[in-house]
């Protein structure tokens, strides 16, 4: 492997890296303030690919000859709801979301969740850290084998933290939104009570 085509794929692969997300703040203590939630709405698209028809061909005799089938491509646009969790006006986590709705197990598969994409993320970054290392050394030293095992490590640390990063983000929750709300609405039920 060429020394520029590693030291591009080592660098993206660190870019992917550095960009890892950290574990939201949590704590927040119920202030008597009712549950609720933000709502936004974000465009999404991708292209695919879809069947326009097809033609046929045939020998000079008539007899067939085989077929071929038309493509074109087609964007496809959708909107995708995005919510956060509240106390009052105050954005919150969905860990404490569901521990100040009284759900306690909620809360800990919701940590537990986090927890584990945390952990995932931030040994991937060792991963890909080390595999820095011994590409750089392999590449100091001509040693392709060496270079070519700090290249692979890289790319499993940047996978693996992939792998970990989503967990973290607030936006991607384990619980759908109406459990959220049947939380938040039996909560908010108890406070009218009290």
């Given at each position: 492997m060429k020394p520029d085509t590693a030291r591009?794929?080592?660098?993206?692969?660190?870019?992917?890296c550095v960009g890892c997300a950290s574990l939201p703040t949590t704590g927040v203590r119920a202030t008597g303030e009712p549950l609720g939630f933000d709502f936004e709405t974000s465009q999404h698209g991708y292209i695919t690919s879809e069947k326009v028809g097809e033609v046929k061909y045939q020998t000079a005799s008539g007899q067939s000859a085989g077929s071929a089938s038309i493509y074109r491509d087609k964007q496809v646009t959708y909107q995708k709801l995005e919510w956060t969790p509240k106390q009052?006006?105050?954005?919150?986590?969905?860990?404490?979301?569901?521990?100040i709705a009284g759900l306690p197990d909620n809360a800990d598969t919701v940590h537990s969740k986090v927890m584990h994409g945390f952990i995932a993320s931030r040994v991937g970054?060792?991963?890909?850290?080390?595999?820095?290392?011994?590409?750089?050394?392999?590449?100091?030293?001509?040693?392709?084998?060496?270079?070519?095992?700090?290249?692979?490590l890289?790319?499993?640390?940047g996978i693996t933290v992939g792998i970990g990063g989503p967990a973290l983000n607030p936006k991607n929750h384990v619980f759908p939104l109406s459990e959220a709300e049947s939380a938040a609405n039996a909560y908010n039920q108890t406070l009218k009570e009290k």
């Open positions: 591009s794929i080592a660098v993206i692969s660190l870019a992917a009052g006006k105050t954005a919150i986590s969905d860990e404490d979301f569901f521990r970054l060792a991963i890909a850290v080390i595999g820095l290392g011994l590409l750089g050394a392999g590449m100091w030293r001509h040693d392709q084998r060496m270079s070519g095992g700090g290249l692979l890289t790319a499993v640390g």
